[in-house]
């Protein structure tokens, strides 16, 4: 396969190798032959076994490792830098974007389900200069740009394709793993931009505001979501549920089932009960309007994390949001409950109430709303 830039793609084993017809200049997060290059023949990315990654992060050199991959794959003439991953090369995409003579291609592989994270969330080690802390998952981009492009427009480039890959995880509501924000990205991600020096299109920006800097965005964020579809079934089609949302606060059905029989004075393990319950959660949670209905509650909360909404107005918004057909929130204080309780309490109660039929104002809110 061959990109629009005449660049190789070949995959053998658990490497995708992308073979350079002529001079390239590379900017690489690299251990082999990383940060700016201008002799490099190749870059590859590499799915690591386990046990392999297991030993790098716990003293073993990543370089050294690297190193011995290329030999594996690569003549022994050909320079190459070289990107790692646990995902599998099988479900890498490749995007190509064009605008009259300028092309970009975009090739990633992308895992998020184990070590999704926030920029500013929580550190999981602290670097010594022998030990790291093993983590599955990664975001890898090999970005090949059909231009000549200055050392500093290469480097922005990788700022927005940073920016490309955070939008694509926001527009899935990828979740950190490490906070209850939206992911930016994992812990391990790594990238390399490849530039034609001899290319007679000759570009100084690739920030946003470029058509340069588009195509990038598009073809990132394209390969990006394809990627991870392919990898871990995250889309579109696998938010479209309550519980799944609900994931990024760490709140389960049986939270919210524990939380409904407290209220309900029930026995929590009474299994009868929690089938029930159980059942219309499933059916409710997967119907496009309560999608809708959790989506917005859930900005409500993040917008009040954030310091954006008062507690107060956030969590009155969150019960309208989402009804409070028991009235059990009318007796607190919303200026001192956290906005999460407020939906976790008036969802519990919404589906028990569901699950038992019991009308009064609630039947009448439910026709009103649709749900």
């Given at each position: 396969m061959r990109t629009p830039g005449n660049e190789q793609i070949e995959y053998r084993g658990n490497s995708c190798i992308v073979r350079f017809p002529g001079p390239r200049r590379v900017l690489s997060t690299s251990w082999l032959n990383g940060g700016y290059q201008k002799d490099l023949d190749a870059v590859f990315n590499h799915q690591i076994p386990l046990d392999a990654c297991t030993a790098c992060h716990s003293g073993g050199s990543i370089q050294e490792y690297l190193e011995g991959v290329a030999r594996g794959l690569l003549p022994d003439d050909v320079k190459a830098a070289g990107l790692v991953t646990c995902a599998e090369m099988k479900n890498t995409a490749v995007v190509s974007e064009t605008f009259r003579d300028l092309s970009v291609s975009a090739i990633v592989t992308a895992g998020i389900d184990k070590n999704g994270a926030r920029a500013g969330d929580p550190a999981s080690y602290y670097e010594n200069g022998t030990s790291f802390e093993p983590v599955g998952g990664t975001i890898n981009t090999i970005l090949l740009i059909g231009a000549d492009l200055p050392e500093y427009a290469m480097a922005r480039a990788v700022?927005?394709?940073t920016e490309a890959k955070a939008a694509a995880l926001q527009q899935l509501m990828a979740r950190s793993l490490y906070s209850t924000g939206i992911a930016t990205g994992s812990g391990t991600d790594m990238i390399a931009v490849i530039s034609d020096p001899a290319s007679p299109l000759s570009i100084t920006d690739a920030g946003t505001h470029s058509a340069l800097g588009e195509l990038i965005a598009k073809a990132v964020i394209r390969a990006t979501q394809s990627a991870l579809e392919k990898e871990t079934g995250l889309s579109p089609g696998s938010q479209h549920d309550v519980l799944v949302r609900l994931e990024r606060y760490r709140v389960t059905k049986q939270d919210l089932w524990s939380?409904?029989?407290?209220?309900a004075g029930k026995d929590p393990s009474d299994p009868e009960e929690q089938e029930l319950f159980y059942r219309h959660l499933?059916?409710?949670?997967?119907?496009?309007?309560?999608?809708?209905?959790i989506a917005a509650a859930l900005h409500v909360i993040d917008e009040e994390s954030w310091g954006l909404i008062p507690r107060k107005e956030a969590c009155q918004s969150v019960c309208r949001i989402v009804e409070d057909p028991a009235g059990i929130l009318h007796g607190l204080n919303c200026a001192t409950i956290p906005p999460l309780r407020c939906l976790t309490e008036t969802l519990a109660a919404h589906i028990y109430h569901r699950a038992h039929r019991m009308p009064a104002s609630t039947g009448r809110n439910a026709r009103r709303s649709g749900t």
């Open positions: 700022m927005t394709a939380i409904a029989a407290d209220a499933e059916q409710w949670a997967r119907r496009p309007g309560s999608v809708a209905r």
